[in-house]
């Protein structure tokens, strides 16, 4: 029996030990943030623990570059989402999914700012049933989802998603923006039933729900 052999092999024992414990300590705590993540990326079922299983496979695979003390949660999304882009373009032609739109486009703050929109999560943690939350984040389209799930959902900062989907900072905030009023569209009715918007600031005369109206009334700061 060859010692020398013998003591590689018990180093080498060693090492991937560490490694395991490591990365359950570093990167197993954001598992369920992941899950959260990609049920909303693959509107559900299998998919999305699939694309987890996938995502925490590459990353203990890649273990070894990563820089322990780094952002590890956006390091990991970044390996999810690109996983899951990466399974998009293969079923199906997705030429532009992540491509630039137009970054002049500067509305995107009095939307960021509305009393109605702040957060998809946050909303369903108050009034907001969160499956129609959910089903209008599903509904949009994933050059719009995948930014408003990374912001709004995860926290995450404008740069971090930047790094995270490999795109400028202001391609970011467009996208939110963009994905941000098409929630609004989508949840008006439901906010102004639950109370999120007062009715009397989105009413019509006639009664009729106006997000446009509402808009408006926001802006000049009155009700009617």
Same mark, same amino acid.
């Given at each position: 029996m060859n010692p020398f052999r013998s003591r590689e092999s018990k180093r080498a024992e060693r090492a991937e030990a560490d490694a395991r414990q490591a990365f359950q300590q570093e990167a197993m705590?954001? %598992?369920?943030?992941?899950? !959260?993540?990609?049920?909303?990326?693959?509107?559900?079922? /299998? !998919? %999305? !623990?699939d694309l987890v299983q996938e995502t925490l496979l590459k990353a203990f +695979? /890649?273990?070894? +570059?990563?820089?322990?003390?780094?952002?590890?949660?956006a390091w990991l999304f970044r390996i999810m989402t690109n996983t899951f882009i990466n399974s998009l373009r293969k079923r199906r032609p997705l030429a532009g999914l992540l491509d630039e739109v137009d970054s002049s486009e500067r509305a995107f703050d009095a939307y960021g700012a509305s009393e109605f929109y702040e957060s998809p999560a946050k909303r369903a943690e108050g009034r907001m049933v969160p499956e +129609? $939350?959910?089903?209008?984040?599903? /509904?949009?389209?994933?050059?719009? +989802? $995948?930014? $408003?799930?990374? %912001?709004?959902?995860?926290?995450?900062?404008?740069?971090?998603? /930047? !790094?995270?989907?490999?795109?400028p900072v202001g391609t970011v905030m467009s996208r939110l923006h963009r994905g941000r009023k098409l929630l609004q569209e989508q949840l008006f009715e439901? %906010? $102004?039933?639950v109370g999120v918007i007062p009715r009397e600031r989105a009413a019509l005369e006639d009664g009729t729900l106006s997000l446009e109206a509402y808009r408006q009334r926001r802006k000049s700061g009155t009700n009617r």
């Open positions: 705590v954001h %598992a369920d943030a992941l899950y !959260e993540s990609a049920r909303y990326m693959t509107r559900g079922g /299998s !998919e %999305a !623990e +695979r /890649s273990w070894d +570059r990563y820089q322990p003390g780094t952002n590890c949660k +129609r $939350v959910q089903r209008a984040i599903e /509904s949009m389209p994933e050059n719009f +989802r $995948v930014p $408003v799930i990374l %912001a709004d959902l995860q926290d995450f900062s404008y740069k971090e998603i /930047s !790094e995270i989907l490999d795109c439901h %906010a $102004v039933d």
